[in-house]
Nanobody, 112 residues
Framework: QVQLVESGGGLVQSGGSLRLSCATSKSSFSVQTMAWYRQAPGKQRELVASVRSDGATDYADSVKGRFTISRDNAKKMVYLQMNSLKPDDTAVYYC??????WGQGTQVTVSS
């Protein structure tokens, strides 16, 4: 069964940085749009960033200029570089691939 495995979360102070990674065994990875979502306590899961097969990216307004999504098709990995982190970024972060079940996510906690 194809899985998603996220890693790289942790506790960081406001203004700090983290780099999240997501590994998958999904076939035809290179043609899939990859995305990162996050879910804060008591809130709905929201789209943070996506990267298409052609490399085009899109970001939620709340993270534009601070987060960067990237992918490595050879390794079937997707990354999320998060800079200038804020307490509002605290959430469980999940990567997403079409038709693949959600992974366990990785917790990001930003202290003020």
């Amino acid at each position: 069964q194809v899985q998603l495995v996220e890693s790289g979360g942790g506790l960081v102070q406001s203004g700090g940085s983290l780099r999240l990674s997501c590994a998958t065994s999904k076939s035809s990875f290179s043609v899939q749009t990859m995305a990162w979502y996050r879910q804060a306590p008591g809130k709905q899961r929201e789209l943070v960033a996506s990267v298409r097969s052609d490399g085009a990216t899109d970001y939620a307004d709340s993270v534009k200029g601070r987060f960067t999504i990237s992918r490595d098709n050879a390794k079937k990995m997707v990354y999320l570089q998060m800079n200038s982190l804020k307490p509002d970024d605290t959430a469980v972060y999940y990567c997403s691939v079409p038709f693949v079940p959600w992974g366990q996510g990785t917790q990001v906690t930003v202290s003020s």
